[in-house]
C-alpha cells in the first residue's frame, strides 16, 4: 500500500508564495518520477512539475521559473516551492508517484491540497 499525503495548501495573494509538501510512504526512489498536478474546476488535471530519479526536473511553461520542485529523500517527501503566484495558479494540487511494471504503469495520488490565489 502506497501513500501520499500532501499539506501546505491555502489562501494567498497574488505575488505571494507557498511550498507544497507531499510525504510518500516507502522509499521514495523506489519510484520512477514524482510529480505535481494540478486540477482547476472545469479543466483537465494537468502536469505542473516533475521530479525523476534520473534525469532532470521539468516544468510546464506556464509555472517555469516561478515554481522549484525539490526532494528530501531522507524524508521521503517531495516539495513544490511556489512563487510569483498568479489567480490562474488557483487548483486542487496533487501528488503523484507511479511504477513501471513489465505491462503497465501504477500510479499513486494523494487525496490533493486546495490552493487559492485571490487577485
Known amino acids: 500500500q502506497v501513500n501520499l499525503v500532501e499539506s501546505g495548501g491555502g489562501l494567498v495573494q497574488a505575488g505571494g508564495s507557498l511550498t507544497l509538501s507531499c510525504a510518500v510512504s516507502g522509499n521514495i526512489f523506489s519510484f520512477v518520477s514524482m510529480d505535481w498536478y494540478r486540477q482547476a474546476p472545469g479543466n483537465q488535471r494537468e502536469l505542473v512539475a516533475g521530479?525523476?530519479?534520473?534525469?532532470?526536473?521539468t516544468y510546464a511553461d506556464s509555472v517555469k521559473g516561478r515554481f522549484t520542485i525539490s526532494r528530501d529523500s531522507g524524508k521521503n517527501t517531495i516539495y513544490l516551492h511556489m512563487n510569483g503566484l498568479k489567480p490562474e495558479d488557483t487548483a486542487v494540487y496533487y501528488c503523484n508517484a507511479y511504477q513501471l511494471r513489465p505491462n503497465r504503469r501504477d500510479d499513486y495520488w494523494g487525496q490533493g491540497t486546495q490552493v487559492t490565489v485571490s487577485s
Open positions: 521530479i525523476p530519479n534520473y534525469g532532470s526536473t
